[in-house]
């Protein structure tokens, strides 16, 4: 059914997400917890793959049924003895005050500057090239893509420090 | 990196917001922190700046996965395991 040409999370996603289901089903969960849950194991399957820091003990779709399991007993208050990948707060995020206010700083950021939010994306989360940056960009070169992360690290933080919702 | 100053201070904090600074160079940059409120000021707004892109970017991914779940829904077969698994 897959073609060669297919997006491999596609893919994963195809062939893992079932078994998930059942597991949850099995355990007492519902559809969207499920949803939720393999979709946080995903993200920190990708985040770590971008980061050459993914360890595979055995297949990919393993390590994915492992890990949203214990997403999901972390969404139910059950999974504190199990830690998740280091660097995943967001799937532990409980307190909405909190919440709330970084989503509306990000949302402020992106309407005022997409395009250095996208930029900063690209090199500090997909942790692509200097030269990919540039070619996708259209800077001349690896300086001038370099130069202008760092114009756009400078202006967000400006954007920061000048917006209330960081005042506290 | 030849850039104007205030870009080299930013190149600097996220040298030591990502560790990268050398034992020397570390405890200068920790000594001007405590005399410098102005930089310890940049130094939280840019470590929220790095906290605003990972959102952004996981924003972005999770939306990319719900589209990935709703393509996959217009497969019958898939559509079909998942109805028999919750009914």
């Known amino acids: ?149 760092y114009k756009c690290l400078e202006k967000v933080r400006e954007e920061i420090k000048s917006t209330h919702a960081y005042a506290q | 990196m030849l850039m104007r100053s205030e870009l080299n201070e930013v190149w600097l904090i996220d040298q030591w917001l990502a560790g990268r600074l050398c034992e020397e160079e570390a405890r200068v940059f920790k000594a001007r922190l405590l005399l410098d409120e102005t930089l310890a000021e940049k130094v939280e707004a840019q470590r929220t700046a790095h906290r605003m892109v990972r959102r952004y970017a996981r924003w972005e991914a999770r939306n990319r996965l719900d589209s990935i779940y709703r393509l996959l829904l217009t497969e019958t077969d898939f559509a079909h395991q998942l109805k028999t698994i919750f009914t």
């Open chain 1, 1 to 149: 059914m897959a073609k060669e040409t297919e997006d491999p999370i596609v893919s994963l996603y195809r062939d893992s997400f079932p078994d998930f289901a059942r597991m949850i089903r099995r355990m007492g969960g519902n559809p969207e917890e499920a949803k939720d849950a393999f979709h946080d194991a995903l993200l920190i399957y990708m985040e770590k793959e971008k980061a050459g820091k993914l360890s595979l003990y055995s297949s990919p779709k393993a390590y994915l049924l492992g890990t949203a399991k214990i997403c999901w007993l972390h969404a139910r208050g059950m999974g504190s003895s199990l830690a998740l990948p280091e660097g995943f707060e967001a799937a532990e995020q409980d307190d909405t005050d909190t919440e709330e206010r970084e989503k509306s700083l990000m949302e402020s950021l992106v309407r005022s500057g997409k395009k250095c939010m996208e930029l900063l994306k690209a090199f500090y989360y997909d942790h692509c090239s200097m030269q990919d940056i540039a070619v996708r960009f259209g800077f001349n070169g690896r300086r001038s893509a370099a130069v202008q992360k």
